[in-house]
């Protein structure tokens, strides 16, 4: 099992920058990707960002390309999440989760934390 804490969120203006990290714990070898996922008030969850566990291969929803930045240290088995250019709408709990080899469904996930950007 892995377990996964995110920490980071907070309050901030819009076209302000927030750092998200997630720290991995466990049996973090077995990751295969991990990803960045958000769940705004009265809507379904929506995947943000995802990273391999190498480093490569970042990629992103539409909504964040160009404003958020994903990367991972593997030595503190911790993925970040860079967020610039906030806007109100990307307000949400986002929460980090884990995909592991052989699979193709994330089954891990963080506790989430709260992102509030204010117009």
């Known amino acids: 099992q892995v377990q996964l804490v995110e920490s980071g969120g907070g309050l901030v203006q819009a076209g302000g920058s927030l750092s998200l990290s997630c720290a991995a714990s466990g049996r973090t070898f077995t990751t295969y990707r991990l990803g960045w996922f958000r769940q705004a008030p009265g809507k379904e969850r929506e995947f943000v960002a995802s990273i391999m566990r190498s480093g490569t291969y970042p990629h992103y929803a539409d909504s964040v390309k160009g404003r958020f930045t994903i990367s991972r240290d593997n030595a503190k088995n911790t993925v970040y999440l860079n967020m610039n250019s906030l806007r109100p709408e990307d307000t949400a709990v986002y929460y980090c989760?884990?995909?592991?080899?052989?699979?193709?469904?994330?089954?891990?996930w963080g506790q989430g934390t709260q992102v509030t950007v204010s117009s």
């Open positions: 989760a884990a995909q592991f080899a052989g699979t193709s469904t994330y089954s891990s």
